[in-house]
């Protein structure tokens, strides 16, 4: 099994502006336990926003001099499809973004390494950390046993018992400014997240995953690797604890999770949304784990779903 190397790089949020280092082999859980208690209590129930809201997490990264930048976010919707919204204030009409093999900034191995974040893994519907995490391990787990991506790895650090996540840290919903590792599954967070990704976006939005890229001493989003794509420096994903999630039933933590670690792995939506006659229940065409809205469970991989991931990992890590 490889062996796990997770980039750190804490961002400066914190108004104590600690300073830690920005590569780490492991993650220190001293410092980890100095984050926990630093946003123990750190959550508040508003958000305010300008009303774009990658504009805003923007300009707080920027204000900060980070060196990444929220390129996009992609959210799956309940009884209606989910939408992709981009920033793209300079002008740039690249929209392509993916992880670069052996990226330095990312610790410079091949692998694409995931964290759960368990102070955020119980729901208002009564579904316990373990279940959750459970249903993300077994999401996470199908991707990864795609037998056309043979060479790539995820690997995951499990479920700490630190409060994760750079956009609600943001916002002022908990979370801390800090780049863990690839992908972060960074809780069930409140309506206010939600509302402030679309209007009323609480009622509608079962879960966000937004894209952040890395930039250079400019603000330009870089490509290393000259692959015509920008870089990817993480993905976040969030899911609304508005809705009355289950295990097994509607809304399903495992095919929500599915959804949105395709997000992840570089996979966008896909399929032709239309209403039935009779019902005027939302159907799509094909039927697919990407689809942009959720029409009940679905754990497996349909063939739509293999061709995406295929076409984006099958070559990994010789891109």
Sequence with gaps: MKKLIIPLLLLAFSCENVEVEKSASKLDPSLLMSLASKNADGARKTVTSSGDI????????????????????????????????????????????????????????????????????????????????????????????????????????????????????????????????????????PAPLFDAIAPNGSSFILGVTFTFNWVDGDGNPTDIDNNGKTDVALREIYYNDTFGWNIGSTYDVETVSLHEAGHALSQGHFGKAFRSGGNNKLHFSPRAVMNAAYSGVQREIAETDNAGHCSNWASWPNN
């Excluded at 929220?70 to 690249?94: C, I, L, P």
């Excluded at 102070?119 to 208002?124: F, K, M, P, V």
Aim: some cysteine.
């Design 54 to 189: 990658l504009a805003d997490i923007n300009a707080a990264l920027a204000s900060r001099g980070m060196q990444i930048q929220v390129s996009m976010m992609e959210y799956y919707g309940a009884d209606e499809t989910g939408n992709t919204v981009f920033f793209n204030n300079r002008g740039n009409k690249q929209l392509s973004a993916d992880f670069v093999p052996a990226d330095p900034r990312r610790g410079g191995d091949a692998d694409i390494k995931y964290l759960i974040d368990d102070t955020e893994s119980s729901t208002s519907s009564g579904l316990t950390g373990a279940q959750t995490n459970s249903a993300i391990t077994s999401s996470m787990n199908t991707w990864n046993n795609i037998s056309c991506s043979s060479g790539l790895a995820i690997n995951t650090f499990g479920p700490l018992p630190i409060d994760f996540g750079i956009v609600q840290f943001i916002f002022g919903l908990g979370g801390n400014g800090g780049l863990f590792t690839d992908v972060m599954h960074a809780g069930f967070l």
